[in-house]
């Protein structure tokens, strides 16, 4: 960079060519603590961030005669859903792993410090230093707020290590979508590495009903999101864990013999318990949703089983895997149709007259769907619980990808009146991409 201390001071500000338009989703967060996405529209575009040259009336010594580090290059990182735990991991963890650890680029891995620029300098989310943090282990992650909070006039200045903030290099990255997320798996697994040992698991499955020694026990498990607001929960889980204790089934064309250990867990003891808990299980089942990205962390071969409600059926972690070719993990889904099997979520039944700031722009309608209460019947999951063991007693990933190839068993069903089930595509928003998924 170049020292322009003795410039003039009257200079105009301009933004960052990179940063014209920075769009911001799931913002502000709502008083409930959850799910903003249902209160504002699709995006916000906020004023860029503003950069000048250096000029005579800088404030402080260190800025009127910058000496410029070169041990630590700030990544300064615009994300679009840096509220959502989810998007998160899939969109900026999996970019800064495909970027930084699949490829030769290890000194750049101990000289970054990742910035994170949150809107109008919101705090950074608490799920972004466990999160994202080890992969940039050199320096804890920031937001850009902080880490460019100005120093007082009697700061010791750049060449303080502590309190460094000119730099010679800087990288800036804007980007969107979830084209991000292409190697999501890989990117979960080597968090997994970074945070190891784990804890022991925090989930206890009850003994499985086996019915002789040669039946494998599955181990199921449902995860459950935060009660805070009531949107998505799974109304008559006890009875689904009821009939899931229950359940033995026989592979016709082995054999072999499986039965199931299924229990419930919420993750809210932080990330290494998380991990922890989904590593565990053979089956996690759970409504859509950033709380089913852990299921990322499970062990290869596991099963991700995702629940849907008619009218949002955004398939984005199947999306997320079919975009990573060395993810170990089996997506299969469930959507529930027919008024009987919802009922209102927390944020609907407040507002029954509807409100000008829930539910709005053109998904609005659709997220109201997304967030209804399930009650879900148990002959889908029954089938979806058979269709895995059928592929598991066939070789387990090569023959769950061999089903998903031929096109001829589907791995998504919908339930429809009078309990029947149906094959359902690779749907997105209640829209049909293509049949038989």
């Given at each position: 960079?170049?020292?322009?201390?003795?410039?003039?001071?009257?200079?105009?500000?301009?933004?960052?060519?990179?940063?014209?338009?920075?769009?911001?989703?799931?913002?502000?967060?709502?008083?409930?603590?959850?799910?903003?996405?249902?209160?504002?529209?699709?995006?916000?575009?906020?004023?860029?961030?503003?950069?000048?040259?250096?000029?005579?009336?800088?404030?402080?010594?260190?800025?009127?005669?910058?000496?410029?580090?070169?041990?630590?290059?700030?990544?300064?990182?615009?994300?679009?859903?840096?509220?959502?735990?989810?998007?998160?991991?899939?969109?900026?963890?999996?970019?800064?792993?495909?970027?930084?650890?699949?490829?030769?680029?290890?000194?750049?891995?101990?000289?970054?410090?990742?910035?994170?620029?949150?809107?109008?300098?919101?705090?950074?989310?608490?799920?972004?230093?466990?999160?994202?943090?080890?992969?940039?282990?050199?320096?804890?992650?920031?937001?850009?707020?902080?880490?460019?909070?100005?120093?007082?006039?009697?700061?010791?200045?750049?060449?303080?290590?502590?309190?460094?903030?000119?730099?010679?290099?800087?990288?800036?990255?804007?980007?969107?979508?979830?084209?991000?997320?292409?190697?999501?798996?890989?990117?979960?697994?080597?968090?997994?590495?970074?945070?190891?040992?784990?804890?022991?698991?925090?989930?206890?499955?009850?003994?499985?009903?086996t019915k002789g020694g040669n039946t494998t026990c599955l181990r199921v498990l449902f995860l459950t999101r935060s009660p805070k607001p009531a949107v998505r929960q799974v109304l008559n889980i006890e009875a689904l864990l009821a009939k899931c204790n229950n359940w033995s089934w026989t592979d016709p064309q082995s054999n072999k013999s499986y039965a199931a250990s299924c229990t419930r867990y919420h993750p809210d003891a932080g990330l290494t318990a998380a991990m922890a808990a989904v590593r565990s299980a053979d089956v996690i089942i759970g409504s859509h949703g950033a709380t089913m990205a852990n299921a990322f962390f499970a062990r290869?071969?596991?099963?991700?089983?995702?629940?849907?409600?008619?009218?949002?059926?955004?398939?984005?972690?199947?999306?997320?895997?079919?975009?990573?070719?060395?993810?170990?993990?089996?997506?299969?889904?469930?959507?529930?149709?027919?008024?009987?099997?919802?009922?209102?979520?927390?944020?609907?039944?407040?507002?029954?007259?509807?409100?000008?700031?829930?539910?709005?722009?053109?998904?609005?309608?659709?997220?109201?769907?997304?967030?209804?209460?399930?009650?879900?019947?148990?002959?889908?999951?029954?089938?979806?619980?058979?269709?895995?063991?059928?592929?598991?007693?066939?070789?387990?990933?090569?023959?769950?990808?061999?089903?998903?190839?031929?096109?001829?068993?589907?791995?998504?069903?919908?339930?429809?009146?009078?309990?029947?089930?149906?094959?359902?595509?690779?749907?997105?928003?209640?829209?049909?991409?293509?049949?038989?998924?």
């Amino acid at each position: 960079m170049t020292d322009f201390s003795h410039q003039p001071q009257a200079v105009e500000q301009k933004p960052l060519p990179w940063l014209s338009e920075q769009r911001h989703y799931n913002f502000p967060t709502n008083a409930f603590g959850s799910n903003p996405d249902a209160w504002a529209e699709d995006k916000l575009i906020l004023p860029p961030v503003y950069a000048r040259v250096i000029g005579e009336m800088e404030p402080t010594p260190d800025l009127q005669h910058p000496r410029f580090d070169s041990r630590i290059v700030p990544l300064i990182l615009v994300p679009e859903w840096q509220e959502n735990y989810g998007h998160t991991l899939g969109n900026s963890a999996a970019w800064l792993h495909a970027s930084l650890h699949t490829r030769n680029v290890s000194d750049w891995v101990e000289r970054l410090a990742l910035v994170v620029h949150t809107p109008l300098g919101m705090a950074l989310p608490r799920h972004w230093r466990p999160l994202v943090g080890p992969l940039v282990p050199a320096h804890p992650v920031q937001a850009l707020a902080d880490f460019s909070a100005r120093l007082p006039p009697e700061g010791s200045g750049c060449g303080d290590q502590q309190r460094s903030r000119c730099f010679a290099e800087m990288l800036l990255c804007a980007g969107s979508g979830e084209q991000e997320a292409v190697n999501i798996s890989q990117a979960a697994q080597t968090l997994v590495r970074l945070q190891e040992p784990l804890p022991p698991s925090p989930v206890t499955y009850p003994k499985c009903q086996t019915k002789g020694g040669n039946t494998t026990c599955l181990r199921v498990l449902f995860l459950t999101r935060s009660p805070k607001p009531a949107v998505r929960q799974v109304l008559n889980i006890e009875a689904l864990l009821a009939k899931c204790n229950n359940w033995s089934w026989t592979d016709p064309q082995s054999n072999k013999s499986y039965a199931a250990s299924c229990t419930r867990y919420h993750p809210d003891a932080g990330l290494t318990a998380a991990m922890a808990a989904v590593r565990s299980a053979d089956v996690i089942i759970g409504s859509h949703g950033a709380t089913m990205a852990n299921a990322f962390f499970a062990r290869p071969g596991t099963a991700m089983v995702e629940m849907f409600s008619a009218g949002w059926t955004w398939q984005v972690h199947r999306i997320w895997l079919d975009q990573d070719p060395l993810a170990q993990l089996q997506w299969w889904g469930l959507t529930v149709e027919g008024e009987s099997a919802f009922s209102p979520g927390e944020l609907e039944s407040l507002y029954p007259e509807g409100h000008p700031g829930l539910y709005i722009g053109w998904q609005g309608e659709v997220k109201r769907l997304r967030d209804r209460n399930l009650r879900v019947p148990w002959a889908g999951l029954e089938q979806l619980l058979q269709d895995y063991a059928s592929v598991q007693a066939a070789g387990g990933m090569p023959a769950y990808r061999q089903r998903r190839a031929s096109k001829q068993a589907p791995v998504h069903y919908k339930v429809v009146a009078g309990g029947k089930l149906v094959w359902a595509g690779t749907g997105i928003h209640g829209g049909a991409f293509g049949e038989g998924s």
